[in-house]
């Protein structure tokens, strides 16, 4: 089968890296090649950025009202809208997730674009109360200029979006570098951003390797803004590369969060919500909920539900819409897995469910399957009750007070999301209060809105993605000084 050959996006067109080189990418379902992207190397990324700065300071996009740029995104949206299928199919081929799952995230993708046109003209200053007399002074939120987004293979278009919609609503300039496993659909959505109307330059895509692309972009003196996803190994990496330049970061980092049952909890809605919360992508979310804390009175019954469902679910081709499960993305990321698995069997785990590759009746499936996976942790410093797996593996723990439930949800160096399952309402607001983490879900799990911040405690990194905080994080503050007397000013020299 020949492979489907894409090329990058800068400066409003489609090219190849300058050397020509190029690297294969691999289907998750099957394991062999599909397509081929172009390998930027730092010269590369240099033009892509050059073109973002040009652009940034050229009149075609400095001359557009914040309500002008606020119409380009709702056009973008509205094209977005208009290729669902396509970019829901493209990101399923890239990165295994069910195509199921990547229908409604690219379904609801619009709004995000939608949500950031409609704050773009109310981004505003301040008139500032100052206490001088005969001093005016103002504030004015500009730009920061060209930033630099780094995209995971997970999620890749509403990772994108979150950080895109934001970036151009301030009037900034973007270069996107994507996970060099899942760079296609992202290369569609800057066409798309084209054909919206958006100048030549001010969306731009460099294909390549974390090591040389994604280096070079974060470490480029011209980059102002570099709002990451990804690991944290990665992430110090990108902290120091800022630091040579000063750039403003943001960080959505990994996770290792908590989902807390209490025995006054709807017992099947909360198996659902740890199923979807885990298992759902393969376990390959930021948010997965991965440590399930567990009262003691209901332990035996919830993990016995959990260790059911997850041996019907269906495993199979994601682009088939009866499969619940698909592959893992890497081989690597199933490498981990099984050796966080086979870890926590060595401390003395047990193993309730999974912790194999399935045997699946199409042969064609060759990929990177891992079944889902439960496992008993005896002590919540054991590794798997510490690690982010990034896979479909979950990890139990019985308590039996509200205030060990919160030590336990506390104890982590992740501090991304939490759920909680409980019908008692000052229970639930405690914990909410005292549960140390960026997203908090009760009774439900893994809702998102372009409405709602993103963004962790601790290791899971600093900033917040979506809501109105998200565009004002793209700006930088000026402030005005204007002196209203018509007395002139003194020679500071002269004694008087
Ligand atoms: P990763 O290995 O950290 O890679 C993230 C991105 O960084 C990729 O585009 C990667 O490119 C690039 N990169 C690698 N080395 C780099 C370097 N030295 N300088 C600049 N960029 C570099 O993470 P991943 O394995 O793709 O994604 C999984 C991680 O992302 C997990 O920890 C997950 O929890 C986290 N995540 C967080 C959120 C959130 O919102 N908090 C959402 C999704 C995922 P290559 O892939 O081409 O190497």
């Known amino acids: 089968m020949s492979l489907q050959r894409f090329q990058m996006f800068i400066r409003g067109e489609v090219c190849d890296a300058t050397n020509d080189a190029r690297y294969d990418s691999m289907d998750p379902a099957t394991a062999s090649a599909w397509a081929t992207f172009p390998d930027a190397s730092a010269a590369d990324v240099d033009i892509a950025v050059k073109a973002a700065e040009q652009a940034f300071y050229g009149k075609e996009w400095r001359s557009l009202t914040a309500t002008a740029r606020g119409k380009l995104l709702r056009k973008l949206g509205d094209l977005i809208s208009e290729n669902t299928e396509l970019l829901a199919q493209l990101e399923s081929q890239e990165n295994g997730k069910l195509i199921r799952e990547t229908r409604g995230q690219v379904g609801y993708l619009p709004e995000f674009f939608y949500y950031m046109a409609g704050l773009a003209d109310k981004v505003e200053g301040e008139t500032l109360p100052i206490d001088k007399p005969d001093m005016m002074a103002y504030t004015i939120r500009e730009p920061i200029g060209v930033v630099a987004a780094i995209i995971p293979w997970n999620s890749p278009l509403y990772l994108t979006a979150i950080k895109v919609a934001p970036a ?8 996107i570098k994507p996970s060099e496993h899942a760079s296609a659909s992202i290369i569609e959505l800057a066409k798309l951003a084209q054909q919206a109307g958006f100048p030549a330059g001010v ?23 570099i709002a990451f996803t990804g690991g944290s190994a990665t992430a110090r990496h990108v902290v120091r590369a800022s630091a040579e330049n000063f750039a403003h970061l943001s960080l959505e980092l990994g996770g290792k969060s908590p989902q807390i049952v209490f025995p006054d ?3 099947d809605s909360a198996v659902n919500g740890i199923v979807a ?17 567990i009262h003691e009175s209901i332990y035996e019954e919830v993990v016995q539900k959990i260790a059911d469902r997850a041996a019907r679910i269906q495993i ?7 499969t619940e499960m698909g592959p893992m993305t890497t081989e690597a990321q199933l490498n981990i897995a099984e050796k966080l698995v086979a870890t926590a069997l060595e401390e003395g785990a047990t193993l309730r469910h999974g ?26 410093s054991d590794t798997l009750m510490q690690e982010e797996v990034f896979g479909p593996v979950a990890a139990a723990i019985p308590f039996k007070t509200e205030e060990e439930a919160l030590a336990l949800a506390n104890d982590s160096r992740f501090g991304l999301a939490a759920g909680i399952w409980t019908r008692d309402l ?3 607001h405690r914990l909410c209060r005292d549960v140390r983490s960026g997203i908090i879900w009760v009774n439900t799990y893994r809702v998102v809105s372009a409405m709602a911040p993103i963004g962790g405690f601790g290791e899971s990194g600093y900033g917040r993605e979506c809501g109105i905080d998200a565009v004002l994080s793209y700006t930088e503050k000026k402030t005005v000084w204007i002196n209203l007397s018509d007395t002139p000013m003194a020679d500071p020299f002269v004694m008087r």
């Not at 151009?168 to 270069?175: E, I, P, R």
């Not at 969306?203 to 803004?225: E, I, K, Y």
């Open 168 to 175: 151009l609503a301030a009037g900034n300039t973007v270069v």
């Open 203 to 225: 969306l731009n895509v460099v294909t390549g390797f974390g090591p040389t692309a994604g280096s070079a972009l974060t470490s480029h003196p011209l980059v102002r803004h």
């Open 277 to 293: 919360g885990v298992f759902a992508a393969s376990g390959q979310s930021c948010v997965a909920g991965s440590r399930l804390l």
């Open 316 to 322: 199979g081709n994601p682009k088939d819409a009866a």
């Open 426 to 428: 000052a229970r639930a």
């Open 265 to 267: 909890a709807d017992i």
């Open 355 to 380: 912790g194999q590759r399935p045997e699946l009746g199409d042969a064609s499936l060759t990929g990177w399957y891992y079944q889902p996976t439960l496992l008993e942790c005896p002590k919540p």
